[in-house]
């Protein structure tokens, strides 16, 4: 009852119902030009459904939107920082696209290292997931995770495991040209399984094309390195980069 008092409780409850009229909005517009969309697209995949009600539909698309956008925004800054912050780096990663067009970008194995590791030292969703134990487990020391067992590692410890990952806390996306299949193993920043990442490909889809188109028209430098803040995602607050026009 005392929710009001506080302004972030506010600020939280005004955008909630901002994003339910803008999924509202998103609905309406499908129903109006269901005959021009695109098929296989994902929100003709829930709206076609007929395994959800209306509020079903509604809470599976805000859950899509609320849980990509702070995600891969983050992660792109991140990644943005990085570069920033290693100049060779980033020309290096320019001079690999300026061949290829905005459609071929996905396709450059520097943009790929860049990405996975700017993922690997910035793991957007750090403390990982939690998940039960499906059946008992044998370790390589021997020991014993019974089945029904809570585990629980972090991301930022496993993607910075030095035993995995030379000099695991610098930014090296050349580590990507022949890895390990350690490293390869042990970098799952969408986790695994059927529970893992459901906007995955979403967004890598979009880090790959904004981080590219960034940084083919723009060199970045730092201004304010800001500082490393954590609730539910980390993030680089108070960062600034200044963006010189090539």
Same mark, same amino acid.
């Given at each position: 009852?005392f929710?009001w008092?506080?302004?972030?409780?506010?600020?939280?409850?005004q955008?909630a119902g901002r994003l339910r009229?803008?999924?509202?909005?998103?609905?309406?517009?499908?129903?109006?030009?269901?005959? #021009?969309?695109?098929p296989?697209?994902?929100i *003709?995949?829930?709206?076609? #459904? &007929?395994a959800?009600?209306? &509020?079903?539909?509604?809470a *599976?698309?805000l859950e899509l939107?609320i849980?990509?956008?702070d995600?891969?925004?983050?992660?792109i800054?991140?990644?943005?920082?990085?570069?920033?912050?290693?100049p060779?780096? *980033?020309t290096?990663?320019?001079?690999?696209?300026?061949?290829?067009?905005?459609?071929?970008y996905?396709?450059?194995p *520097?943009?790929?290292?860049?990405?996975?590791?700017g993922m690997?030292?910035?793991?957007?969703?750090?403390?990982g997931?939690?998940?039960?134990?499906?059946?008992?487990?044998?370790?390589?020391?021997?020991?014993?995770?019974?089945?029904g #067992?809570?585990?629980?590692?972090?991301?930022i410890?496993q993607?910075?495991?030095k035993d995995?990952?030379a000099?695991? &806390?610098?930014?090296?996306?050349?580590?990507? +040209?022949?890895?390990?299949?350690?490293m390869?193993d042990?970098?799952?920043?969408f986790s695994? +399984?059927?529970?893992?990442?459901?906007?995955?490909?979403l967004?890598?889809a979009?880090?790959f094309?904004?981080?590219?188109?960034?940084?083919?028209?723009?060199?970045?430098?730092?201004?304010?390195?800001?500082?490393?803040d954590?609730?539910l995602?980390?993030?680089?607050v108070g960062?600034i980069?200044k963006?010189?026009?090539?």
């Amino acid at each position: 009852m005392f929710a009001w008092l506080i302004p972030e409780r506010r600020r939280a409850i005004q955008a909630a119902g901002r994003l339910r009229e803008l999924v509202l909005e998103m609905m309406n517009d499908y129903t109006q030009k269901k005959a #021009s969309s695109t098929p296989g697209s994902i929100i *003709q995949l829930v709206m076609d #459904s &007929d395994a959800f009600s209306l &509020d079903d539909k509604m809470a *599976q698309l805000l859950e899509l939107l609320i849980a990509g956008h702070d995600t891969t925004s983050f992660s792109i800054a991140w990644i943005l920082l990085s570069l920033a912050r290693h100049p060779m780096e *980033q020309t290096k990663l320019r001079e690999s696209l300026v061949s290829l067009s905005p459609n071929e970008y996905s396709t450059s194995p *520097q943009l790929k290292a860049v990405v996975k590791e700017g993922m690997r030292l910035y793991p957007v969703a750090a403390a990982g997931s939690i998940r039960e134990a499906g059946r008992d487990f044998t370790t390589s020391r021997n020991e014993i995770i019974p089945k029904g #067992s809570i585990c629980f590692l972090p991301f930022i410890l496993q993607f910075r495991n030095k035993d995995i990952f030379a000099e695991p &806390d610098k930014f090296l996306p050349d580590r990507w +040209g022949k890895p390990t299949q350690e490293m390869v193993d042990a970098l799952n920043p969408f986790s695994l +399984g059927k529970q893992n990442c459901l906007g995955q490909s979403l967004a890598q889809a979009e880090t790959f094309s904004i981080v590219a188109r960034i940084i083919t028209k723009f060199e970045l430098s730092v201004e304010a390195e800001g500082k490393v803040d954590f609730f539910l995602t980390l993030k680089p607050v108070g960062a600034i980069l200044k963006a010189r026009k090539i």
